[in-house]
């Protein structure tokens, strides 16, 4: 029984050593996890805070560009090409104040900010456009025809100033005044008109124009492709092949 209790005894007495000094870390180590479990989940939730603050700031961004889309397409469609254009005029307005300010010519400085490359490229976009369309209808036609003649009026300032002495308040016709068989065409200008009809008729003649189809010409073809082929072929070796085809047709070829 001694023994028993002088053994016990010496587990519990410290160990001079420092053998006592587990018992201390065993006390220490779950403070620390503790410790080190706190602050994780600390960052935990100021990342999940992050987060939260992204998500919120992202749909307040999307929000805003719904909107300003839907604005966009509430607009007309010709919209952007407008308010550049009216940006380009508020610009164009502001350097013709600041050249009259400073007493310069407009025309001039704008002419001197262009370069040279740039002018010779506007110079040749202006030689390529072709304002004939081709014909869409007879309307447009028409009123092609009627720019094209106007253009070339060239008005006769000094015939009119004569007119005006002449006939004073009465060369402009208000609704009461009698017009007909008032004015005699000069032969200047019933020349001018024939010979623009006649320059009219022969620019007409030189249109091509669809050619009639002929009932009793032989069928060689299977569609209007095919009949063209033919046409140049026959054209370029008719001559050559004259002989062979008639053979072909009485049956007599070898």
Not at 95 to 120: F, N, P, Q, W
Not at 233 to 247: L, M, V
Request: charged residues 40%; glycine residues 6%.
């Amino acid at each position: 029984m001694a023994a028993a209790v002088s053994a016990l005894g010496s587990l519990g007495t410290p160990d001079p050593d420092g053998g006592g000094s587990s018992g201390s870390e065993d006390e220490a180590r779950p403070g620390t996890a503790a410790a080190a479990a706190a602050q994780k989940r600390e960052e935990r939730l100021r990342k999940f805070r992050d987060l939260h603050m992204k998500r919120n700031e992202a749909r307040k961004l999307n929000h805003q560009e719904v909107v300003e889309e839907d604005k966009r397409l509430k607009l007309p469609p010709n919209w952007e090409a407008k308010k550049a254009r009216l940006e380009w005029e508020l610009k164009v307005e502001e350097k013709k104040k600041e050249c009259a300010a400073r007493g310069e010519d407009y025309e001039r400085v704008k002419l001197l900010e262009i370069s040279a490359e740039d002018a010779e490229r506007w110079e040749r976009k202006k030689k390529r456009k072709n304002p004939d369309l081709g014909f869409s209808d007879y309307a447009a036609a028409q009123l092609r025809q009627y720019q094209r003649l106007t253009r070339q009026i060239k008005p006769d300032l000094e015939q009119y100033e004569r007119l005006k002495e002449q006939y004073g308040e009465a060369l402009y016709p208000t609704s009461d005044s009698l017009l007909h068989g008032t004015h005699v065409p000069s032969k200047e200008g019933v020349d001018r008109m024939v010979a623009d009809l006649e320059k009219q008729i022969e620019k007409r003649e030189k249109y091509s124009r669809r050619r009639p189809y002929n009932d009793d010409a032989d069928i060689d073809y299977i569609n209007e492709r095919n009949a063209k082929f033919n046409k140049k072929a026959e054209r370029f070796y008719g001559k050559y092949t004259a002989e062979i085809k008639q053979n072909l047709e009485r049956g007599t070829a070898v």
